[in-house]
């Protein structure tokens, strides 16, 4: 008689590794790859830290308490802080788009100085 060997779960698998040191956005710039760029309007914010509370990056940055900008270093674009913000204070842009327009006016800027 052939007895089945009882099968492992995964409780019993052993340790294939440890990350010490997991990859975040406060120690990585991840931002260079979104497609979607978050824009402040500091004159609609009425600092109620939903879009802090709900980054899931830590990118809004903060100053003496209050919402000053966006990290965008770190910022990847999702657009929560957008949805949750009950003033429309954050509208989300294409990043291609606006990388383009700030490449134009940098080209432009250079063209003014040569001449």
Same mark, same amino acid.
């Given at each position: 008689?052939?007895?089945?060997? /009882?099968?492992?779960?995964? *409780?019993?698998? +052993? =340790?294939?590794?440890?990350? $010490?040191?997991?990859?975040?956005? &406060?120690?990585?710039? $991840?931002? #260079?790859? !979104?497609?979607? !760029?978050?824009?402040?309007?500091?004159? /609609?914010?009425?600092?109620?830290?939903?879009?802090? =509370?709900?980054? +899931?990056? %830590?990118?809004? #940055?903060?100053?003496?308490?209050?919402?000053?900008?966006?990290?965008?270093?770190?910022? &990847?674009?999702?657009?929560?802080? %957008?949805?949750?913000? +009950? *003033?429309? %204070?954050?509208?989300? /842009?294409? @990043?291609? @788009?606006?990388?383009?327009?700030?490449?134009?006016?940098? *080209?432009? *800027?250079? &063209?003014? !100085?040569?001449?």
């Amino acid at each position: 008689m052939i007895m089945a060997e /009882k099968k492992k779960g995964w *409780k019993d698998l +052993p =340790i294939g590794g440890a990350i $010490t040191e997991a990859g975040n956005s &406060k120690k990585y710039n $991840t931002g #260079d790859w !979104r497609v979607q !760029r978050p824009l402040f309007d500091a004159e /609609k914010c009425s600092q109620c830290m939903l879009c802090v =509370i709900f980054c +899931p990056d %830590a990118s809004i #940055d903060l100053e003496e308490g209050k919402v000053v900008g966006m990290n965008l270093e770190h910022c &990847k674009g999702c657009g929560i802080c %957008a949805a949750e913000c +009950p *003033k429309d %204070a954050i509208e989300m /842009k294409n @990043e291609g @788009e606006l990388k383009a327009k700030e490449r134009q006016k940098s *080209k432009e *800027k250079g &063209k003014a !100085r040569v001449g």
